[in-house]
């Protein structure tokens, strides 16, 4: 053990397996709970050694092991968590001298754990560090492009927008018959991250990963037989001004506009293909219909270059299949439940599912390409609705019962106080953004000021108020922020904490706090209730009248 192995309340409870509202109680109520050795960043930090002593005082059990020990002793000699991981990844490949002791440290580790779920392990930890996870419809790409690849011996594989290589990890392991795979990215510090990833998932193949902009760097002369891309998306400065010129293959099917980034990488990954090879790519769902890219998603299909657009409701976007031209008269529509049945298919698809929609069908004005369009009632069979139905019911009935019975008093006085001077006397914590434990979330930005629940779901934008259980209610507090904050007229951090700390506070008995705070927060159940009702019976009267439109769907008389 070292001085510098320091910890934040998050890694805490992951030690102790135990949620992070109950490591927030632990150090609001403990008075010996360990103080922190460094309140400057955002999360506070904790010498482990304090840590664990209050702990084993304390009777509660924590599971450190000798790579969490490393992870924490390594966070202070390195400036960030991705360059923290580059180090590891560094002095895991074994051809780094610089991180010698490193190395040594991480070899008697991978005695007992294999090196790739040590690397893992240690990517989970910078995650964490970061506040990031792992990027979005990861799986439903994967699940693709292992049904669309070609079946062949020794294939090449190419991630244009590689990044830490979550996509492309999870493909070699998905795939068989990949002997060689190549990414590239912007970063010198995600690249390195990437390669080591990929040589210890997937030994035996041939790993590169090369550094640049994939859309501005001249093209490759390596054609590859598997291309998958989980792009950035809605980038404004992309180098639309300094895309190739003339006789580019990117420009085959014409020049992205300016608005239409996304556009851009599904023609360059087109453009790397071999002959026979298939292009997965993400695209976000509104280039499936924007009238900025309508003549180059009409091109795409007359020489049926894109085969496939799939609404996977795990992918948080629409991926599209693209190979290289041949004739088809034909595009495959699916939500992905029965995408492998379908793309396999010879002839005619039709099911709730996945259709083969006329190409000559999309060629109108708008040249929407959108699955949801085309598709018969995909989500919407019998059981499905009935399923939204009784929902809704409950929603419904959670509504009726939410709402509390009101009597009418004269209007009472009470010496006051403000926000600014409970978080003074330490009976609440008012912080921006997220944060550990259960409060209340303050967004004086929208008409819904208030909310209660797990303050760590609040945005950047919003505050958050933890409260002394013992001194002041959160549903009370959450009434009272709801009746006088200010409306916001600017959106400067500091004009928003002055209101929200200058808010005055009635001072009142706990027991009453707490019996008109439990009021309020019977509306506001009342009106989540409603809110998710709505949404509900969208998505019921949607499924209902697409069931019924073509038939796929009966009502009983």
């Known amino acids: 053990m070292t001085e510098d192995e320091t910890i934040t309340l998050t890694d805490l409870a992951r030690l102790a397996e135990v949620g992070r509202n109950a490591v927030s109680n632990w150090r609001r109520r403990e008075a010996d709970f360990p103080s922190p050795v460094d309140e400057g960043a955002r999360r506070p930090r904790f010498a482990l050694a304090d840590v664990e002593r209050w702990a084993a005082e304390h009777g509660r059990r924590l599971r450190v092991t000798a790579a969490d020990r490393l992870w924490f002793s390594l966070q202070s000699a390195f400036p960030s968590p991705d360059h923290t991981l580059q180090a590891i990844a560094s002095a895991l490949s074994g051809h780094d001298g610089e991180h010698r002791t490193l190395a040594r440290q991480l070899e008697e580790l991978t005695a007992d754990t294999e090196p790739a779920a040590l690397f893992e392990f240690f990517i989970e930890r910078a995650r964490e560090a970061a506040g990031t996870g792992t990027p979005p419809g990861i799986g439903a790409l994967v699940d693709i492009a292992a049904a669309c690849a070609p079946k062949k011996?020794?294939?090449?594989?190419?991630?244009?927008a590689c990044d830490e290589g979550d996509l492309l990890t999870e493909l070699v392991r998905a795939v068989p018959g990949i002997t060689a795979v190549t990414g590239?990215?912007?970063?010198?510090?995600?690249?390195?991250i990437c390669e080591q990833r990929l040589r210890l998932a997937r030994p035996d193949a041939d790993v590169r990963v090369h550094i640049g902009d994939s859309l501005l760097s001249p093209l490759p002369d390596e054609r590859f037989d598997l291309v998958v891309s989980d792009p950035p998306f809605n980038l404004k400065d992309?180098?639309?001004?300094?895309?190739?010129?003339?006789d580019d293959p990117r420009l085959a099917y014409g020049t992205p506009p300016r608005t239409e980034p996304e556009l851009a990488w599904a023609l360059h990954c087109l453009a790397l293909l071999a002959p026979g090879g298939i292009a997965v790519v993400r695209m976000p769902a509104m280039v499936a219909h924007r009238r900025s890219g309508r003549r180059i998603r009409s091109e795409l299909l007359r020489w049926g270059a894109l085969r496939a657009v799939i609404?996977?409701?795990?992918s948080k976007a629409h991926i599209w299949v693209l190979?290289?031209?041949?004739?088809?008269?034909?595009?495959?529509?699916s939500t992905g439940a029965d995408f492998d049945t379908a793309w396999h298919a010879t002839g005619r698809v039709a099911t709730a599912h996945s259709a083969t929609v006329p190409l000559m069908q999309l060629w109108d004005e708008d040249v929407d390409i959108s699955p949801a369009v085309y598709l018969a009632a995909a989500d919407t069979d019998t059981g499905q609705l009935d399923q939204h139905a009784d929902r809704l019911a409950e929603l419904l009935d959670t509504a009726r019962n939410a709402l509390p019975r009101f009597g009418t008093a004269a209007a009472g006085t009470a010496p006051e106080t403000t926000l600014a001077d409970l978080e003074r006397d330490g009976l609440i914590a008012v912080t921006p953004g997220a944060t550990d434990g259960t409060g209340v979330v303050v967004d004086p930005l929208r008409p819904q000021t208030v909310r209660l629940g797990d303050l760590d779901t609040a945005?950047?934008?919003?505050?958050?108020?933890?409260?002394?259980?013992?001194a002041v209610d959160p549903g009370w507090l959450a009434a009272v922020i709801a009746a006088r904050l200010p409306t916001a007229t600017k959106r400067t951090a500091t004009g928003v904490k002055r209101r929200l700390l200058a808010v005055k506070v009635p001072r009142i008995a706990l027991a009453e706090q707490r019996r008109r705070g439990a009021a309020f927060a019977k509306v506001l159940r009342l009106r989540d209730a409603l809110q998710?009702?709505?949404?509900?019976?969208?998505?019921?009267?949607?499924?209902?009248?697409?069931?019924l439109v073509n038939g796929t769907i009966t009502v009983d008389e």
Do not use: F, M, N
């Open 311 to 314: 609404d996977h409701p795990d």
């Open 184 to 192: 590239q990215d912007l970063s010198p510090t995600r690249g390195a």
């Open 532 to 547: 998710a009702a709505e949404a509900e019976s969208t998505t019921l009267a949607d499924g209902t009248a697409a069931g």
């Open 238 to 246: 992309w180098g639309y001004d300094r895309l190739p010129a003339g």
């Open 323 to 333: 190979a290289p031209r041949a004739e088809t008269t034909r595009l495959l529509v």
């Open 459 to 470: 945005l950047e934008t919003q505050w958050t108020i933890a409260c002394e259980a013992e």
């Open 153 to 160: 011996k020794d294939l090449t594989v190419h991630d244009p």
